[in-house]
């Protein structure tokens, strides 16, 4: 398996994997609701810890509107480089039989 390469920032600040799924689970869904019913945490939540993830990695990744939440740039980048490693942790927490 190669070496995931984490952006910087990643590193440097406490950006954990939570944060990850939850931003995953928004964007995927394009609301906060339907992400915390697909992960089954509460919408206080969901909201507090992109709001948490947008502080450490100092953009704002969602455009939030009354009929729905969309990716900003910056929010599609941070997109493609999260995916690799949520993936790699699903495999290890999983195994290969789910991914």
């Known amino acids: 398996m ?3 390469h984490l952006p910087t920032y ?3 600040r406490k950006v954990e994997l939570r944060h990850l799924r939850y931003f995953v689970a928004v964007s995927e869904s394009g609301s ?3 992400a915390a019913d697909r992960i089954h945490v509460t919408q206080a939540a969901i909201t507090r810890q992109i709001h ?3 502080a450490l990695v100092e ?3 969602l455009q ?3 009929i729905g939440v969309y990716l900003t740039p ?3 980048a941070f997109l493609g480089k999260v995916n690799t490693p949520i993936a ?3 495999r290890v927490v999983w195994g290969q039989q789910f991914c």
């Open 2 to 4: 190669e070496p995931i």
């Open 10 to 12: 990643m590193l440097q």
């Open 32 to 34: 906060f609701r339907a």
């Open 52 to 54: 948490d993830l947008e």
């Open 59 to 61: 953009a704002r990744l």
């Open 64 to 66: 939030r509107t009354a």
């Open 74 to 76: 910056a929010g599609e």
């Open 88 to 90: 790699v942790a699903t």
